[in-house]
T-cell receptor, first 112, second 112 residues
Framework: QKEVEQDPGPLSVPEGAIVSLNCTYS??????FMWYRQYSRKGPELLMY????GNKEDGRFTAQVDKSSKYISLFIRDSQPSDSATYLC????????????FGSGTRLLVRP | AAGVIQSPRHLIKEKRETATLKCYPI?????VYWYQQGPGQDPQFLIS???????DKGSIPDRFSAQQFSDYHSELNMSSLELGDSALYFC???????????FGPGTRLTVL
């Protein structure tokens, strides 16, 4: 079992829809959570960074963390065709490396 | 805003050759991470540096080595290249450890 589980999709939605992307994790020691967007053959682009339970909003994006359930979500409002990409959740492993452990990524397609 | 710079962007090598990948972090960032992303896979942690000292190693082959220099740029040296080393190699940087990691555009390495 991977330490971070993420539905690979693909997820296809019409333009303007609200998108919900989710990850679960197994280690309650994880404390820092990030969401990245990655277009094909490009570097991951940081969308959201949070470390506490609750919601964090930035424009059309809302990150939600529930540490008691070990569940994190990213919501995209008013989705656009330009949002079509792979979305990766990432959790920071707080040992000497501070490495990120990624979910497998969810492919999102927003249809015009 | 300045981003992480990686060079070269593309690299083609023969088996058993060597390769050097370079990473220039965001100005004032003191922590550098290297990740490897195979086709259709999520990024996997290789190695990290904080203040020019190696922090930790992940699933990095002994054929690979890396260092961080006095100007905080980092180089990943890969020897005796194998076909399986073909992948996207990303560098990320952060201001201190445990903070947001910003990724570069990646180096696409193809081993023939």
């Amino acid at each position: 079992q991977k330490e971070v589980e993420q539905d690979p999709g693909p997820l296809s939605v019409p333009e303007g829809a609200i998108v919900s992307l989710n990850c679960t994790y197994s280690n309650s020691a994880f404390q820092y959570f990030m969401w990245y967007r990655q277009y094909s053959r490009k570097g991951p682009e940081l969308l959201m960074y949070t470390y506490s339970s609750g919601n964090k909003e930035d424009g059309r994006f809302t990150a939600q963390v529930d540490k008691s359930s070990k569940y994190i979500s990213l919501f995209i409002r008013d989705s656009q065709p330009s949002d079509s990409a792979t979305y990766l959740c990432a959790i920071c492993w707080m040992d000497s490396s501070y490495k990120l452990i990624f979910g497998s990524g969810t492919r999102l397609l927003v249809r015009p | 805003a300045a981003g992480v710079i990686q060079s070269p962007r593309h690299l083609i090598k023969e088996k058993r050759e060597t390769a050097t990948l370079k990473c220039y972090p965001i100005p004032r960032h003191d922590t550098v991470y290297w990740y490897q992303q195979g086709p259709g896979q999520d990024p996997q942690f290789l190695i990290s540096f904080y203040e020019k000292m190696q922090s930790d190693k992940g699933s990095i082959p002994d054929r690979f080595s890396a260092q961080q220099f006095s100007d905080y740029h980092s180089e990943l040296n890969m020897s005796s290249l194998e076909l399986g080393d073909s992948a996207l190699y990303f560098c990320a940087s952060s201001l201190d450890r445990g903070n947001e990691q910003f990724f570069g555009p990646g180096t696409r390495l193809t081993v023939l």
